[in-house]
Every structure is written in structure tokens, then in C-alpha cells.
């Protein structure tokens, strides 16, 4: 007798694209819950899509820079604040399977990609509220 295989789904390939509709209602509630949970956190939220896949960056006002990081980067205070405000904080990326059916994976600026991860309860498909969260808590916890 051959061997039985089980099937199971993969949460960080396929999904499914999102309509106009559904890409400005992802919008609005991943703009709304960082507004309400992390007010004066970022001075601005990006959320942009490519077929399933729905980016998560967010800025932030930068600190005053010291004399020597200016030196080290060539750069006038000006120059070095505009360019921090303009860098994107990668938050995550979440692949889309239904409207609240959503896989994780977090940016790992070391390997400069993004990478599986399950959600704080350990389930491998959450909200994009859930991975806001656990973007914004990666990063500043």
C-alpha cells in the first residue's frame, strides 16, 4: 500500500487578490486601529498592495541627530531629518485569504525580507489589526 498524504494549506503562498473595495476598507481599518491604539507613534501610516500581498509601513518624526552622525553621513541636520522622515519602518506584510483571514510576516532587516510568523495566539491567519500589533510591538517593545 503507497503512502496516505495529507494536505494541508500553506498560510505564506496563494491568496487571493483584493477588490478596489476591499483595498480601501483594509486601508481604513489598519489606518483606524493605528490611530486609535498608537496615537502620536507614527506621523504616518503606508498601506499598499500587489495581487494578495498588503505592505505595512509607518514613519515616524526622527531624533536629533548628534554632530558625529552628521559627520559620518555627510550631512547638514536638515538633510539627515528629511531623509529619516521620508524612511519607511516596516512593519509587515499580510497575505489576504478572506476579510479577516489574513497570514503575518514580519520584516527581518538583516536578511532584508520578510519572514512567516504566527500571530500572538499562535495561529497562522489573524486580522490586519492583529498584525499591526504585532508589527508596531516587534519594533518598540
Partial sequence: MGKSHTWAPNPHSGGTSL???EKRM???????HAEQKYKGMYTRIDVRFHGPLCYI???KEPAEPDAALLKMNHETRDEYIQRMRNYPIHLGRIRHFSNDRWSYAFYTYSNDRYEPATFENGEWFGTPEAAFDMGARYLYD
Avoid: L
Avoid at 483594509?26 to 483606524?32: F, G, P
Fill in 26 to 32: 483594509t486601508i481604513e481599518r489598519i489606518q483606524r
Fill in 57 to 59: 509601513d509607518a514613519y
Fill in 19 to 21: 477588490s478596489d473595495f
